[in-house]
């Protein structure tokens, strides 16, 4: 879905600064096996789904291996997956 989503901006997309580095990552992570990444907008920040922190960490550590640290910056983060928590606050007991 993501490179069919960005095909009406890639002509625009691909002047950008990163976007060979960009380019480049996606075709390692693929490379890799990665099941699932994806650019935010319009970058430079890329994600790359892992199963585990296990997998996510041999992930980091394979594209360290691959000289990819020097050009990105590279974090192990986890998904909130508890979703939005909606309270009803009384109308009286809120201050003006």
Known sequence: YGNLAGKPFER???RLPY???TARLFE???LQ????????SW????????E??????????????AGLAEQHEIRI????????????????SVSP
């Not at 986890?78 to 009286?92: C, K, Q, T």
């Open 33 to 40: 096996g990665v099941q699932g990444f994806a650019q935010s």
């Open 77 to 92: 983060a986890a998904f909130d997956n508890r979703g939005a928590l909606v309270r009803e606050i009384d109308d009286a």
């Open 52 to 65: 585990s922190h296990i997998e996510a960490d041999a992930l980091v550590s394979a594209a360290e291996a």
């Open 12 to 14: 625009a997309s691909s």
């Open 19 to 21: 976007a060979g580095a």
């Open 28 to 30: 390692w992570l693929d």
């Open 43 to 50: 970058g430079p920040a890329v994600v790359a789904v892992c």
